[in-house]
């Protein structure tokens, strides 16, 4: 490729929209363009680094027997009727209508589509597993579609089904999908971590996320400093800790002061001169329509996931003020478990609280020195709070750190959610109907992209592990108006080319530095300068980009020098 008619126009100047590295840099090295908020245009050197990861994802999903097929993007709104996710899906879904006005969506994702298309056709269980992946764009309408590729509204995603007899297969089918994961990170070049995850609205008990470590990431990765154990913070397991005898004493009697005004835990403590961590939060929320108090201590944060699965309702939202004002006889900010008549569910910390203050259901109004048991009983005891940094591990003695990370992918066992609802069965061995059982298996392909700039950069740009480059070497001619220069640049090149090697000549008319900065922003592993001084003594310059090492070799050493590296692949 000649660099003159490459469509990849740099900026020097960062734009504004972008507020992370790899988005500063994608658009910078003129590898995308936003269209509108979180859809992009993929420019020839971005779609080149895109294609190559999805060649890897291929080539890996193949190699577990996994089969390509590709389903439609816009699909009808029955199947998700179905499934019962057409209204649990919600705002997120893209919804739109045909001539006929007949509803569709398009697609987030591909589960109730793939299981109607195996429904029909798989009648025996001679004819599992089955294995079925895609490689194409989703589409969410996410509320803040933000930071370029890493919440995007229209993202490309590969997405596997995974089609078994028994529980049994199907855990054949979950770990060589993980394995098959850790390959493809590793051959991006990527360090992605496998941690525990929740499975949303996707459904399933089992779920990994891969994660990659990087400060810019959304997600809160806990994991142990003694053990294996990692997850992500909205689903770490808190521990319940046993009371010990003789730890809370001394109950103080009951008593109800005036609080004007203060309503959150701060201002409370901050009115009462107590610790957070001494007052108890009671949240009242509606669990399918019916309100029940949540209670955590004041120094926690409630996790909303934990308590809906707890409850094992489909929606949950905190209440309104009318039903708090009718379940406490107060505004919002009094309430507290003290008489309260609705089934009331506690954080394991609250198990240890003594003398705690809590609202009194009474405008204005709190009680301090309440006691469990003594002033108020709770319908059960479960794990509710936020787990975070410092917490200790669910797994061992030690103790949780914290870490942020991107998800680059997400493998599910999805059970019989989907076959059950939409009648997916075949027959086992004893000629009986039985529901397929199945698992789902995502990476995002633009995310892993990101994530992979994410953590190979530095203050000139990009730099692509050799696996995934848009182009493996740029030969740089320092000026192409020296005719000499411009005829070995242009045998160089077309050495490299007949060598099956990727190369760009960067053949315009420039300055050396203006093309030296283009080469360290797009992030070509490796750079062959070819300057007057050099040429006359029959050497060129390799640079690369990693390490930054130069080193001046003689002509005919470039290509077989080059050829080594890449075979190597000592910087992946
Ligand atoms: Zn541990």
């Known amino acids: 490729m000649l660099m003159s008619q490459l469509y990849s126009p ?183 971590h496998p941690v525990e995850a929740d499975s949303g609205a996707i459904g399933g008990d089992v779920t990994h996320e891969f994660m990659v470590l990087a400060e810019s990431g959304e997600d ?149 020195n309440v006691n469990l048991d003594r002033d108020f009983q709770v319908t059960a005891f479960t794990d509710l709070k936020e787990t975070q940094p410092g917490d200790p591990c669910p797994r061992c003695s030690g103790t949780l750190q914290g870490a942020r990370g991107v998800e680059v992918g997400q493998v599910f066992k999805l059970g019989t959610k989907y076959s059950d609802a939409m009648s997916a069965t075949f027959l086992n061995e004893d000629g009986k109907e039985t529901p397929l059982v199945m698992g789902c298996y995502g990476i995002g392909v633009g995310r892993t992209v990101a994530a992979v700039i994410e953590k190979n950069y530095d203050e000139d740009g990009i730099i692509w592990p050799l696996s995934i480059a848009p182009y493996q070497v740029v030969v740089v001619p320092v000026s192409m108006k020296d005719e000499a220069q411009a005829s070995a640049a242009q045998s160089l090149y077309e050495e490299l080319q007949a060598e099956g090697i990727e190369v760009v000549l960067d053949d315009r008319d420039e300055r050396p530095g203006v093309k030296f900065k283009d080469a360290d922003l797009i992030g070509f592993p490796i750079r062959v300068t070819i300057g007057a001084k050099s040429l006359e003594q029959g050497q060129m310059e390799i640079i690369w980009r990693r390490t930054k090492e130069k080193q001046s070799l003689p002509i005919e050493a470039i290509v077989p020098t080059i050829k080594n590296f890449l075979r190597d692949g000592d910087q992946i």
């Not at 900026?11 to 910078?28: G, Q, Y």
């Not at 993929?42 to 027997?65: C, S, T, Y």
């Not at 992946?133 to 370029?148: C, V």
């Not at 009242?284 to 094992?312: C, S, T």
Request: hydrophobic share 40%; charged share 30%; net charge negative.
């Open 220 to 368: 809160l990765v806990l994991f142990c400093e003694a053990c294996e154990y990692a997850a992500n913070a909205e689903r770490a397991e808190g521990v319940r800790v046993p009371v010990q005898e003789g730890e809370k004493t001394a109950f103080e009697p009951l008593e109800t002061v005036a609080t004007p005004g203060a309503s959150t835990i701060d201002q409370i403590s901050a009115f009462l001169g107590v610790e957070p961590k001494d007052c108890i939060k009671t949240l009242i929320y509606l669990a399918d329509g019916k309100p029940i108090a949540a209670l955590v201590r004041g120094d926690h944060e409630l996790n909303e996931i934990k308590l809906k699965k707890f409850l094992q309702c489909v929606e949950l939202e905190l209440a309104d003020d009318e039903t708090i004002f009718k379940v406490t006889k107060a505004r919002t900010g009094f309430a507290g478990p003290v008489g309260l008549s609705i089934p009331c569910y506690a954080d394991y910390a609250i198990e240890h609280i003594a003398n705690a203050v809590v609202g009194a259901n009474k405008d204005d109004h709190h009680t301090l």
């Open 10 to 192: 740099t900026l020097r100047e960062t734009p504004s929209e972008a507020e992370i590295i790899s988005h500063k840099l994608m658009l910078r090295a003129g590898l995308m363009r936003r269209s509108a908020a979180g859809m992009y245009a993929f420019l020839p050197l971005g779609l080149r680094v895109i294609r190559k990861v999805e060649q890897i994802i291929r080539e890996e999903m193949n190699a577990i027997d996994g089969q390509e097929v590709l389903m439609p993007i816009i699909q009808p709104a029955e199947l998700w009727e179905e499934s019962g996710r057409w209204k649990d899906y919600g705002d997120e879904m893209f919804r739109l209508k045909d001539r006929q006005g007949r509803q569709f969506c398009l697609g987030p994702t591909h589960e109730e589509i793939v299981t109607a298309l195996v429904r029909s056709e798989v009648r025996s269980y001679r004819q599992l597993p089955l294995r079925l992946y895609q490689i194409q764009n989703k589409y969410r309408d996410e509320r803040r579609p933000r930071f370029g590729l890493m919440r995007g509204r229209e993202f490309i995603m590969k997405d596997m089904y995974s089609f078994d007899r028994d529980h049994e297969t199907l855990d054949q089918s979950y770990w060589a999908a993980y394995h098959a994961y850790k390959r493809i990170f590793e051959r991006c070049g990527l360090e992605a």
